[in-house]
């Protein structure tokens, strides 16, 4: 007897033809259209959510010494702090990172596109800094990771579960403005999720943002992620062939709807 005889049969869906599959799958894909409107409406009321001011200073360890939330945002306005657990007392220390907290750090995208949309992404532990360098390198991580040195994770709802802190920086002040957990985070590590819980958002002229928020072409800012400048103009060929890209959908979708 094989060892996959001995598995519980698994009822999967029935076998159809070709017409009948593209069938079923248009009949989901207006479930899934409208998944996609109410996620995109979620995000917009995101943005219009009330920010609370951050009154208390608080002081992280980096590879080059003490920074001060501020110093975070690496000059952008937005910061996205991830609190991952590595530290003594968590579940594969010394040598790994909390597992869940590890699954996040895989996925995250290349960071220039966040960058590009004035967007900074970091993750804080209280492992000391030559502990994160040493998982750093061999997990193959790189983002910006901080060590904790005070109240930051409880103060910010933290301290003994993993979660994402959302925060704007406009001058001196810095406000909070989302925070999700639990689920919430496992859907993180794209570009696109990041910035939909930010206050700008994606920055889109799409999107229904508040008046007087940054918005650019959709897809004319896009970018190869060593390739991006700072305040560089989109590049020609790129408009023009993104231009055409939207063009042949928008035809295509109507010929379909006749």
Not at 15 to 24: D, K, N
Not at 76 to 91: D, H, K, N, S, T
Not at 206 to 219: A, F, L, N, R, V
């Amino acid at each position: 007897m094989t060892a996959s005889s001995n598995r519980t049969r698994m009822h999967t869906p029935p076998v159809v033809s070709p017409q009948e599959w593209e069938a079923a799958r248009q009949q989901l894909l207006v479930k899934e259209k409208a998944h996609t409107r109410a996620r995109d409406a979620l995000a917009a009321e995101r943005r219009r959510m009330p920010w609370t001011t951050v009154t208390q200073a608080y002081a992280f360890e980096g590879p080059s010494g003490t920074l001060a939330l501020p110093d975070l945002f690496d000059g952008r306005r937005q910061l996205i702090v991830y609190r991952a657990f590595f530290e003594p007392g968590v579940y594969g220390w010394p040598e790994h990172a909390c597992r869940g907290c590890s699954m996040v750090a895989d996925q995250v995208a290349h960071l220039a596109h966040l960058n590009a949309r004035d967007t900074t992404l970091v993750f804080v532990s209280r492992a000391s800094q030559a502990d994160i360098a040493r998982l750093k390198a061999r997990m193959g991580w790189t983002m910006p990771w901080y060590t904790l040195t005070d109240g930051f994770d409880a103060d910010f709802g933290v301290d003994e579960w993993h979660g994402t802190n959302v925060f704007y920086r406009d001058g001196d002040q810095i406000f909070r403005t989302y925070f999700l957990n639990n689920r919430g985070d496992e859907q993180m590590g794209g570009t696109w999720n990041y910035l939909d819980i930010t206050p700008l958002g994606r920055q889109e002229v799409w999107e229904d943002s508040p008046e007087g928020y940054p918005q650019t072409p959709t897809y004319k800012w896009w970018n190869w992620h060593d390739s991006y400048l700072p305040d560089a103009p989109p590049d020609k060929k790129w408009v023009e062939i993104s231009d055409a890209g939207e063009a042949a959908f928008r035809a295509q979708s109507a010929s379909l709807k006749r």
